[in-house]
């Protein structure tokens, strides 16, 4: 999604009150939608590494695949993020609804970033290094931790173990709770997930 694309400009209830180009949506600090997407894999959660030229978050591990809704676009229609970003295909009717947050924050490069941010989550229980197609431009790479020690992370645990994959080898690595995009939701969903089957 480019600077110039439309976003749909939301009310602080949610509805949308008009359109801007996404560059002017965080420089006036404008409620915005957005989808996220968190893969689950046996026991594990896969994560995306965010490309290092990224203007936000860069480097940071982030949600399987998350990205704007384009102006006119319900929370299904962000299912297209899974396609760009881990070159994988699901349909709405394999998603699980984890709800609905607002994200009211102060980027690192100084935007604003508001928005409603429309949770789901996935089972996919092919191994890591079968993700052959993630988008290189965009992602580092794709990592996976296990689901119960991403939750003890994020209540403030020591860091964990994991498994990294750049598209040419698996390799082990360690997260540290600094390396987590912020997501003031996640800890609750991370954790009702693990009381549910998907």
């Not at 439309?6 to 404008?30: C, F, M, N, Q, Y």
């Not at 957005?34 to 959660?45: I, K, M």
């Not at 809704?69 to 009717?93: F, K, M, W």
């Amino acid at each position: 999604m480019t600077c110039d694309e439309l976003l749909d400009v939301l009310s602080p209830e949610g509805t949308p009150i008009g359109t801007k180009r996404r560059a002017d949506v965080h420089r006036d600090g404008d409620w915005h939608g957005a989808f996220h997407l968190w893969v689950l894999s046996g026991d594990s959660v896969i994560l995306q590494r965010r490309g290092s030229h990224k203007t936000a978050w860069p480097g940071r591990l982030d949600a399987s695949a998350a990205g704007h809704l384009a102006a006119g676009e319900t929370p299904l229609d962000g299912l297209r993020e899974a396609e760009e970003e881990l070159g994988v295909r699901y349909r709405a009717d394999q998603l699980t609804n984890c709800g609905t947050f607002t994200v009211d924050e102060t980027q690192a490069d100084g935007t604003a970033n508001r928005e409603f941010q429309h949770v789901f989550a996935v089972r996919d229980d092919r191994p890591l290094a079968a993700f052959t197609a993630f988008d290189r431009e965009e992602l580092e790479g794709l990592v996976a931790v296990p689901r119960a020690a991403l939750a003890a992370l994020l209540a403030g645990g020591p860091a964990i173990g994991g498994t990294a994959w750049d598209g040419a080898a698996v390799t082990p690595l360690t997260v540290r709770a600094e390396e987590l995009v912020p997501a003031p939701y996640l800890l609750a969903v991370i954790e009702e997930l693990g009381m549910r089957q998907l």
